[in-house]
Structure formats: C-alpha cells, structure tokens
C-alpha cells in the first residue's frame, strides 16, 4: 500500500510534477477523475507531513465540490460551521497497489485563505472491507450511509475491479 518514506514538511499535499522511476511515471500530485485507469507510483503527502508512496493503479475518485457558493453573502469564505461545498470539500480517491491492497486517499480540501488540505492514507485488504471503512453513520438516524464522494468514487473504481464491482452491487448502502 503506502510506505513512509520519511517527514517532510507540509506546504501542500498537491506538489507540481511527474518523474520517472524506472518505466512507471511517477507523480507528485493527486489524479483527477478523468486519470481512472491510470497505473503509476504516487508521493502523496498526508495531513501529519508523512510523504506516503502508492504504487499501482489509481481506479476511481468523488468529490463533493460544488461550482456556487452559498450561505455566505456578502463573504470572500464561509465562515468555519457554514457550509459551502465551494469553500470546503470532500474528496475521496482509491487505488489498488501492486500487492493488492486498495488504497484509500481521504482529501478535505479548502479554499479559505489560510487553511490547507487535509489528507488521510489507509489501507484495506479486501473490497468489502474498502465499502465499510468508506460508510459513516448518520448522527440523527444512527443509519449507516455511503457519502456522495465516497458512493461516486466506489461507483467509478467498480469499472477497473471485479471484487469492487461485487462489493458496490452487493452493499446496502449503495442500493439506498
């Protein structure tokens, strides 16, 4: 999955570049949506400044980003506690590694002037362990529920792997 190579300090998790490490490109910034598919070695930097190094396929990504802001007229940012999804999102990408484990980069990323983004990396060893660990459970109702990000990612990544292809069509979370 990821291995530590060592701290460095955290500027941004998305350094600009892509170099070469024997024949797999490598990449310093994290893939977009449209780069499912692609298979490469990936330095990502997480919120404590550990540089982890994915090595694999990257298989799908979701995002909660919306093009509009709201709940904050008249304001550059939302304030912290408001809501807007332009100011402040969600994005989940997964990746399967050449040992076979899926990797799961959790972003919550910011606009708002002095704010960073914040990246989680883990590991799981199997496709339905990668749709629990991507449900949370809901405050109110106490129901289990997969968030849009994590249901769009899952959704894409299905169309590069057959286990997560049985675990998205056999989850309840996701026939809601």
């Not at 982890?52 to 980003?65: A, E, I």
Request: with cysteine; charged share 25%.
């Amino acid at each position: 999955m990821s291995v530590s190579v060592g701290t460095i300090p955290h500027e941004e998790h998305a350094t600009k570049g892509v170099g070469i490490m024997s024949d797999r490109p490598v990449y310093d910034e994290l893939p977009l949506e449209d780069e499912a598919g692609r298979s490469g070695i990936w330095n990502i930097v997480d919120r404590d400044g550990r540089l982890n190094t994915v090595d694999g396929m990257f298989l799908g990504m979701g995002s909660s980003h919306r093009p509009e802001h709201k709940g904050h007229p008249g304001e550059q940012y939302a304030p912290r506690g408001v809501h807007c999804s332009t100011c402040r999102w969600t994005e989940i990408r997964i990746f399967r590694d050449t040992s076979g484990r899926f990797c799961i980069v959790n972003c919550g990323a910011s606009d708002v002037a002095g704010e960073r983004d914040l990246v989680r990396v883990s590991s799981v060893a199997t496709a339905f362990e990668l749709a629990e660990s991507l449900m949370t459970v809901d405050r109110r109702t106490r129901q289990k529920n997969l968030p849009m990000p994590a249901r769009r990612a899952l959704a894409q990544a299905a169309s590069y792997n057959d286990a997560l292809r049985d675990a998205y069509i056999n989850s309840p979370v996701t026939r809601s």
